[in-house]
């Protein structure tokens, strides 16, 4: 329930972590001597708030490269489709294809760079939002329970605040999650284009089909692969800095076992609706079955 003041008007965020500051006891952080004072979760709400509206503007500005990159690429494609609906898929189609193709992909490219970097910036935004959650922690421990995200600032925490566990608990999985992320769609598209543009390339050179199309393969494989691990620079921020706030051993093993529970308990239903599921199939099947099949069905089921 939101704080309220005398009129029963909710309070901001600011003044609401104010209220509730007031007249609780100080809270120390390990290796340091000031405690916090009565205005931490004031100070600590307004950088929080700082950093969402950060991380705010750093998604806008992924998803305005993406639109302008995309529409890029369809209004290139849109010219093509004209020109070769016009003049047939001729020197000239091909000559314009070289041209704008090019300028296309360097787009990409950019926008490929760029939206790494976003990334990269919001893994700091997110473990300096783990500290704050610390800090909100050692102030106020009974909220814990309360919290999804994780107030550790290493790689498991990174993981439960990005709601990527795997199974197992065994912490972030690079290679499995880059495969599905926006980056990887963008890297895709570029790879593309740099295999068309080395196929036009080769073909108005005078180049057989075969190896035309070995080159475009080629294009493709050594642009995607550059992109694709490029991408890792996302996690660099865990290798740069050492956690302030490491996730504790007895933790991890407490976070694995939530996990296998959450999995039993989802798998439960699941397993009951499909065991109901085919004793309505074998009643079925036993009312049009022979007599003698009527007798196996039920030690089946």
């Not at 901001?12 to 390990?30: F, M």
């Not at 500005?61 to 639109?67: G, V």
């Not at 925490?157 to 495969?179: D, E, K």
């Not at 080629?218 to 660099?236: N, P």
Request: hydrophobic share 50%.
């Amino acid at each position: 329930m939101d704080a309220t003041d005398n009129t029963g008007m909710a309070l901001g965020p600011e003044l609401a972590a104010a209220r509730a500051a007031e007249g609780g006891t100080a809270a120390s952080i390990p290796g340091s001597n000031h405690p916090l004072g009565p205005d931490a979760v004031a100070i600590l709400a307004t950088e929080h708030w700082s950093l969402i509206a950060a991380r705010s503007l750093l998604w806008n500005e992924a998803y305005s490269r993406t639109t302008i990159f995309l529409g890029a690429l369809s209004a290139a494609i849109v010219a093509l489709a004209l020109v070769a609906n016009a003049t047939g898929f001729g020197p000239r189609t091909a000559t314009l294809a070289l041209v704008l193709l090019p300028v296309v992909l360097f787009l990409g490219i950019a926008t490929h760079i760029r939206v790494v970097e976003i990334n990269q910036a919001e893994t700091e935004l997110m473990l300096a939002m783990n500290r704050l959650r610390n800090a909100y922690l050692r102030i106020a421990p009974a909220v814990e329970p309360y919290f999804s995200t994780s107030p550790h600032d290493d790689e498991q925490g990174l993981t439960a605040s990005s709601m990527l566990a795997s199974f197992g608990g065994r912490g972030l999985r690079p290679w499995g999650h880059f495969l599905s992320n926006t980056p990887t769609v963008i890297a895709t598209i570029d790879a593309a284009l740099a295999a068309a543009t080395a196929v036009l390339a080769v073909r108005k050179a005078g180049a057989a089909t075969a190896l035309a199309v070995a080159v475009g393969a080629v294009a493709f494989l050594v642009v995607w692969t550059a992109l694709f691990l490029l991408q890792r620079q996302s996690l660099s921020p865990l290798r740069r800095s050492k956690p302030r706030f490491p996730t504790p051993p007895d933790e991890s093993l407490f976070m694995l076992r939530w996990a296998l529970g959450n999995v039993l308990r989802l798998a439960g239903p699941v397993r009951r609706h499909c065991c109901q599921g085919a004793g309505r199939v074998g009643a079925v099947r036993a009312t049009a079955a022979p007599s003698s099949a009527r007798e196996v069905i039920p030690s089946l089921r």
